[in-house]
């Protein structure tokens, strides 16, 4: 069964910085993008960044570029959001996704999210 | 990547149809069959229930059906029932994006 477990999650304030961790289990991890994408208080989803399987190719929003990094550790199945410079608009639930790969551009498993609140 | 639009909320009786639109670009939707769909129930982890416009993961209910029109995607949900009151998101893959998600729509069961 495939199961994505976020976690990290905390109050932090204006201009400081939080690492999330993403726990995957149930498929061969380093098959799969990986993504991690967000949800702001009473707004939609949007995508924050994802990450290939194997090697350094990622890709970032717009406005996270330069402060938000994604890493993965694939000897122990974790995938990372590091957040620095972090921003009161930076505060939503963080959702770990899959990247389905036979059918790309979607994504077919999702984790439960870990919340992070930017406030003073 | 612009939000692609869709409706805030619908809402329908048990048993009926209701169908949930997602308005993109010629850049977007227009261009690529790269559209899903995904069922929310707050505090839990979103579902896939459509990928590449109109196909539907094993397990989905035949009930969730979709299709595309020029720059128009939409989900149906046929025979409406209580555990389809959530909230519905469609996304898109974008070049340069790559991905735009729909603004999302809650859906209420009567």
């Known amino acids: 069964e495939v199961q994505l477990v976020e976690s990290g999650g905390t109050l932090v304030q204006p201009g400081g910085s939080l690492r999330l961790s993403c726990a995957a289990s149930g498929f061969t991890f380093t098959t799969y993008w990986m993504a991690w994408v967000r949800q702001a208080p009473g707004k939609g989803l949007e995508w924050v960044a994802n990450m290939k399987g194997v090697g350094s190719e990622k890709y970032y929003v717009g406005s996270v570029e330069g402060r938000f990094t994604i890493s993965r550790d694939n000897a122990r199945n974790l995938l990372y959001l590091q957040m620095n410079t972090l921003r009161a608009d930076d505060t939503a639930v963080y959702f770990c996704?899959?990247?389905?790969?036979?059918?790309?551009?979607?994504?077919?498993?999702w984790g439960q999210g870990t919340l992070v609140t930017v406030s003073s | 990547q612009s939000a692609l639009a869709q409706p805030a909320s619908v809402s329908g009786s048990p048993g009926q149809s209701i169908i949930i639109s997602c308005s993109g670009s010629g850049s977007d939707i227009g261009t690529y069959n790269r559209v899903s769909w995904y069922q929310h129930h707050p505090g839990k982890a979103p579902k896939l229930m459509i990928y590449?416009?109109?196909k539907r993961p094993s397990g989905v209910s035949n009930r969730f059906s979709a299709s595309k029109s020029g720059r128009t995607a939409s989900l149906t949900i046929s025979g409406l029932q209580a555990e389809d009151e959530a909230d519905y998101y469609c996304c898109s893959y974008v070049p340069g994006g790559p991905y735009a998600f729909g603004t999302g729509t809650k859906v209420t069961v009567l």
């Open positions: 590449e416009v109109i």
């Open positions: 996704a899959r990247e389905a790969t036979l059918t790309p551009y979607n994504f077919d498993y």
